[in-house]
């Protein structure tokens, strides 16, 4: 599976941010992280959804932040 062609198989909406420390001080300089979450599509037959966590982290204002996703399985 070509790398570009991974996030193309996840179900999830729009991402939602959790967290911002860039918003705590203004000033992007001393650094920042972000949590951010999304949730896929309801499977009826599973009875589950995905969940998706994308961590953000050490950024500042000259470089910025790497971002890592996760994926997992809720079930009900």
Partial sequence: ???D?????WDKQEY?????SS???YVPESGYNIIE????K?????????MYIALSMNGCSHA?????HYKFTLSF
């Fill in 37 to 40: 979450k999304a949730y896929g």
């Fill in 42 to 50: 309801w499977d009826e037959d599973l009875q589950n959804r995905a």
């Fill in 16 to 20: 939602r941010t959790v967290y911002d």
């Fill in 64 to 68: 910025s932040a790497l971002t890592q």
């Fill in 1 to 3: 599976m070509e790398p």
């Fill in 5 to 9: 062609d991974f996030y193309e198989t």
């Fill in 23 to 25: 918003l705590l001080n």
